[in-house]
C-alpha cells in the first residue's frame, strides 16, 4: 500500500472517531442548538430581556431549516474544495515546468 493511502485511510478512520465517539459518550442527551442554549441562558439570566432584532424570514419548519444549513454547509465545502483543488492544480503545474 503507497504511503498517501495509508494517510488517507487513517485520516479517515480519524475522522469516523471523531465523529462517533460524542454519539457513544452521550447517547441519550438531546443534541440541542446553539441559538436554543443561548436562548434559554439569556432568559435564565434576564428573564425581562426583549430581542431588539427580529429575523427576516423564519423557515416555516425545522426540516427545511435543517435542509437549508445543509445546503450552506455543501457550498462552503465546494468553495472550499475548488480553492484547494485549484492551489493543488497550480502546484502541480508549476512542478512539471
Not at 479517515?12 to 462517533?20: D, K, R
Not at 452521550?26 to 425581562?48: K, N, R, V
Request: glycine share 12%; net charge negative.
Amino acid at each position: 500500500m503507497k504511503q498517501s493511502s495509508k494517510k488517507n485511510l487513517l485520516l479517515l478512520l480519524l475522522v469516523a472517531v471523531i465523529i462517533i465517539t460524542p454519539l457513544i459518550l452521550m447517547g441519550d442527551s438531546d443534541f440541542e442548538g446553539a441559538d436554543g442554549q443561548a436562548e434559554d441562558m439569556i432568559g435564565t439570566i434576564h428573564p425581562d430581556y426583549e430581542p431588539w432584532a427580529e429575523p427576516l424570514w423564519e423557515p416555516p419548519s425545522g426540516e427545511i431549516e435543517s435542509l437549508l444549513f445543509s445546503l450552506q454547509v455543501a457550498i462552503g465545502a465546494g468553495g472550499i474544495g475548488y480553492i484547494l483543488g485549484t492551489f493543488k492544480g497550480k502546484q502541480k503545474a508549476n512542478a512539471h515546468r
